[in-house]
Structure formats: structure tokens, C-alpha cells
């Protein structure tokens, strides 16, 4: 199977769906992929940040799945599945289209203009009242439980994989609120194989950086983030976004060993950092739950 394409197979490029530092996102409207019938996005890095050859890696991890792990991996995240070369340089990535459920039209302050943005987690940081008033979605504690059960769902699935995801933040993990809450992981394009160095640059986003400090994003900081995830997932309002204490959850995880694993998440030892996993089965059940039985039992 071929696992690159060339600038010119990408056909027509389509509007720009979105820019940062690095890159360019435009729509491929052409191109179609065999055995995926996903819509697909060009990624084009700017200057200076092309990535290397070593995005191949990525691509291969994805088609070498099993299809039952393929199917799981594109349910969690927007991955690359081809690079991208011109010339004699790798200059992006082809990507799924982040599905339409991810995204919320929400009107801006003071403003009446409404627009349709992805919806970013940070949006459950902020108080619940202003959410609404921006047209943001009320989302009930039991659904707050299945988002930090799904981030941690997807966090162990790609360490299983031994992929270090990096950069979790407020931006690059998307929520939806249907019938069941769930996430879908962006900028996959910056993870990096354990035991390797990642393709491109991983990054600390701000008020998400580890205690131990430096660039060296391990399984161990990304365990410390989805701490911080969950603190700050579960105490929206003045302060959230930048929280690190773990005494303001407590309220919320006084079943079984919660506060123990939040304490020990964002512990300045990597060692006592609780896996994903356990993450994942202790907020199963939390979101199993209705909300008139979590306010009982949290009375």
C-alpha cells in the first residue's frame, strides 16, 4: 500500500478550514482514499516546520491495526493517514475531517454573530451559566464523567500502542454531548513512539506543563495531564483552566478511591501516577449513573 502521496494526487485544494504557527488545514474535496470513505483535509506545515520522513511511522501504525484497532483508533482521533511530499521534502499530511458532531455553532458576546467551532474541552472549563449564554451546551456531571472516562479510554488505548500522546491541553481535545458523551484527539500528527524521538516538536501547552519540567513528554506526563484533565473537567468556573489542586475535586470523587488517584496523579513522582486505564474503569461506572442518582449519593 502506497503511504505518501504526492502535493499533485491531492487533486483540487479546497478552502482553508484553519491556520496556526505551524501549519495550514484546507479541505481536499478530489481526493478519496481505498477502504476509507472519510472526507479528508490536507495539512500543509509551514516552512521550517515540515515534518521528516519519520511520518511514515505514523501512517504505518495506523494501517498495520488489526480493523477492529484501526476502528477504535479512528472513533478516538484525527490521524494522519499519508504523508504528504513535494519535491524532494515532506511538506504535510493527509487527514480525516473532524466529524460534524464535534463541532457547535455558538454566538459571540455582546456580538449577535454567531460562528461554528470545533468544541474544545476548554469549554468545560468555564462556568456553566456563561457557557449557556454563548450557546454552549449544558453538560451534567454524569456526562463530565464519560468525557474524562472516554480521554482516559483513548490515553490507554494509544499507550497500549506505545504512543505517548504529549500535548494534551485545552484545545486539542474535542467533546461532543449526544447520546453519549465522548472525544476525539487532534494534532496527532505531533505523537511520538515510546523509545523514539518525535516526528515533530511535542510541546507543553501553557498551565499544562509537567512538575519534572524540561521537553521530555513521557507516558508518565501524559498520566499528569489527564489529572489535570479531570480537576479541571470536573470544577468549572473562576480559576479552572489554570487549576492544580486537587482538594477541589474532592467533592466529586469521594467514591472509591478518586481522590486517592487525583492526589497521586499530579504527584511530583512519575512513579505514583495512576495508568489511563484505571482512569477509564473507575469513571465507567461514575457515568453509568443517572443525574438524580448521582445527586443522591453525592448529598
Sequence with gaps: MNREL????????????????????????????????????????????????????????????????????????????????????????????????????????????????????????????????????????????????????????????????????????????????TVMLVDCDAVRFRGSAAVTRQLNAPDWDPPEGGTALTNATDRYKLGLFVLRVLNPGAQASTSRDPRRADPLLKFGKGREMLRAALSADPRHRPEAAWWRNYFADLAAMTPTELHRRLS
Excluded at 524532494?88 to 457547535?104: K, M, N, S, T
Design 6 to 181: 504526492t502535493r499533485a494526487d491531492l487533486g483540487r485544494i479546497g478552502a482553508k478550514l484553519g491556520e496556526g504557527g505551524q501549519a495550514v488545514v484546507y479541505r481536499l474535496p478530489e481526493l478519496r482514499l481505498p477502504g476509507d470513505d472519510r472526507k479528508l483535509v490536507y495539512k500543509e506545515y509551514r516552512l521550517g516546520h515540515e515534518p521528516p520522513a519519520g511520518m511514515h511511522a505514523i501512517v504505518n501504525l495506523r494501517t498495520g491495526m488489526s480493523d477492529a484497532d484501526r476502528a477504535k483508533l479512528d472513533s478516538i482521533a484525527v490521524w494522519p493517514v499519508r504523508a504528504v511530499r513535494d519535491g524532494d521534502r515532506y511538506c504535510g499530511v493527509v487527514l480525516p475531517l473532524i466529524p460534524a458532531w464535534f463541532f457547535q455553532r455558538r454566538r459571540l458576546p455582546g456580538s449577535g454573530v454567531s460562528s461554528r467551532d470545533p468544541r474544545e474541552v476548554q469549554n468545560l472549563f468555564i462556568d456553566p451559566e456563561l457557557a449557556q449564554r454563548v450557546g454552549m451546551p449544558l453538560v451534567p456531571l454524569n456526562h463530565r464523567y464519560a468525557v474524562c472516562r472516554d480521554l482516559a479510554d483513548a490515553l490507554a488505548f494509544l499507550h497500549k500502542h506505545e504512543i505517548v500522546f504529549g500535548d494534551i491541553n485545552a484545545k486539542n481535545v474535542l467533546f461532543r454531548k449526544a447520546g453519549r458523551a
